[in-house]
């Protein structure tokens, strides 16, 4: 059975830094393409990061530069640091993984204000 888990989000100031983590189980990061996604109230989920095996990464226009996405394969877990946050990157944030078929966590939420 897989599972995806995540954590660290919660309650940040603008400009302020999360990293968020997901941890798999049941399946392998190493042979997946592994995503980051996000879904703000009254809004469809969106990309924000994604990185392929071979470790090749790609970010939505909002968050590069300020987002990173990376993978600790050792402990098959997956992060996704978000620097100089800003409030429009309030959301559910959702961890998902693919290889014959996608796999989502159950979100963690980010809430950026002051």
């Known amino acids: 059975q897989v599972q995806l888990v995540e954590s660290g989000g919660g309650l940040v100031q603008p400009g302020g830094s999360l990293r968020l983590s997901c941890v798999a189980s049941?399946?392998?990061?190493?042979?997946?393409?592994t995503g980051w996604y996000r879904q703000a109230p009254g809004k469809q989920r969106e990309f924000v990061a994604a990185?392929?095996?071979?470790?090749?990464?790609n970010y939505a226009d909002s968050v590069k530069g300020r987002f990173t996405i990376s993978i600790d394969y050792a402990k098959n877990t997956a992060y996704l640091q978000m620097n100089s946050l800003k409030p429009e990157d309030t959301a559910v944030y959702y961890c998902?993984?693919?290889?014959?078929?996608?796999?989502w966590g159950q979100g963690t939420q980010v809430t950026v204000s002051s």
């Open positions: 998902s993984a693919t290889s014959l078929y996608s796999y």
């Open positions: 049941g399946i392998i990061f190493s042979n997946s393409a």
């Open positions: 990185i392929t095996p071979g470790g090749r990464a």
